[in-house]
């Protein structure tokens, strides 16, 4: 345990909860939470399931209509075909499923290729005894991946490549071209690739998702994460999912037996309906409006840029002029200002210097964050 550590995150959140329960206002631009409800239709289609009296375990997979609607949605969204018996997985966040998939795919001095900066899968990494290794997002490039800097990652013990796009904490959307890079280095050099996609449903104009999986030989090695948690706001249902070749299925079932057993019953029901639904458009827009005004206000402070993200629903961006280091900025101005955001170092190296905004708040809200980032500064 010596080798996993804190969530840098978790600190700035318990700092907020001190604040706050001290009676202090904070904003909230560092939390990867939208802050709209659930949808009423998918909430509905849970409390219809309480009172059908789907409350007990269920299969490790998943119960069978969401793994159907989980296939169908890879096949609608994602031109991917995953058999619902054998290929889909059902997990507790998709959190769980990048946690399975790597304890069971990853073994005990393995490598893994993971993107710096990243969401924390190096602390996954460890967990199962691997040694995450760091290819570079370049953000003079828009934060697409240095393939030099991957294909020199790569020794005989790396198993395991992993992607994410669009990408926490960049925004930034994987070019063809770069997935194409990406392909021939995992083919050639024989990897498994985990694909998180989790942000899928978020892209705005000039971005568009294509799954890795759908690259030439890779369906057979790639391992692809999604989830309800961002689209359709419901991050505390815990639901998430991943598809996968049966041979690659078989270890990750194993795993998943012993941890969480299956996802909570009655968030499956709801995301049966969140799937079929077009219930994330409404978000989508109103993200895509967050996303011009952030950008908008950055440009406005001295020393502020980031490249124009594509995805997700974070900036990037480098910290204002008359600082040298992110994390004393993010304290500061957490303490001083009451405004939350993440140092962009808690992600990796390429964090220097830069912290994560994360504009799942309203406009309203972030307006007042960024009133008083510039009244602090
Ligand atoms: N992948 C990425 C890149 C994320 O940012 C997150 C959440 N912050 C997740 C996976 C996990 O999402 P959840 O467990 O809520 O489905």
């Not at 309480?50 to 969401?66: P, W």
Request: with cysteine; glycine share 8%.
């Amino acid at each position: 345990m010596d080798r996993i550590p804190f969530s840098g995150i978790r600190e700035i959140f318990e700092e907020c909860d001190r604040l706050e329960a001290a009676g202090n206002d904070i904003v909230h631009l560092e939390i990867g939470r939208p802050d709209f409800d659930t949808p009423d239709p998918i909430k509905d289609a849970a409390k219809d399931a309480m009172d059908a009296g789907h409350v007990h375990y269920t299969s490790n997979y998943g119960i069978q209509e969401l793994r159907e609607a989980v296939a169908s949605t890879f096949a609608r969204d994602n031109d991917l075909e995953y058999d619902p018996n054998g290929e889909v997985v059902v997990t507790t966040g998709a959190t769980e499923a990048v946690f399975v998939t790597i304890m069971g795919l990853v073994d005990s001095g393995d490598e893994v290729l993971i993107p710096d900066p990243s969401w924390t899968y190096g602390a996954h990494v460890k967990l199962a005894g691997g040694e995450p290794v760091q290819y570079r997002l370049d953000p003079d490039d828009g934060f697409q991946p240095d393939i030099e800097s991957v294909a020199d990652a790569i020794t005989d013990r790396t198993k395991l490549l992993i992607v994410n796009s669009p990408h926490n904490p960049t925004g930034s959307v994987l070019s063809h071209e770069r997935a194409q890079a990406l392909r021939d280095l995992a083919v050639d050099n024989d990897l498994l690739v985990l694909s998180d996609e989790i942000y899928e449903k978020i892209v705005y104009s000039g971005g568009s998702h294509r799954s890795l999986a759908t690259y030439d030989g890779l369906r057979n090695r790639t391992v692809t994460v999604n989830g309800a948690s961002k689209a359709y706001s419901m991050t505390g249902w815990r639901l998430g999912y991943l598809g996968a070749p049966e041979s690659l299925i078989d270890p990750i079932v194993r795993v998943r037996q012993y941890t969480t057993t299956c996802a909570p019953s009655l968030s499956q029901w709801a995301a049966v309906h969140a799937l079929q639904s077009n219930l994330h458009e409404p978000l989508v827009e109103s993200f895509a409006e967050r996303r011009l005004y952030v950008l908008d206000r950055i440009d406005d402070i001295p020393g502020m840029s980031c490249p124009q993200p594509d995805g997700a629903f974070y900036v990037f961006p480098t910290i204002p002029d008359g600082f040298n280091d992110e994390v004393e900025f993010t304290w500061s101005l957490l303490r001083e200002a009451g405004v939350a955001v993440v140092p962009g170092t808690v992600f990796g190296s390429t964090g220097t210097g830069r912290i994560r905004i994360a504009y799942t708040n309203s406009i309203n809200r972030t307006r007042e964050g960024f009133d008083r980032l510039e009244a602090y500064l």
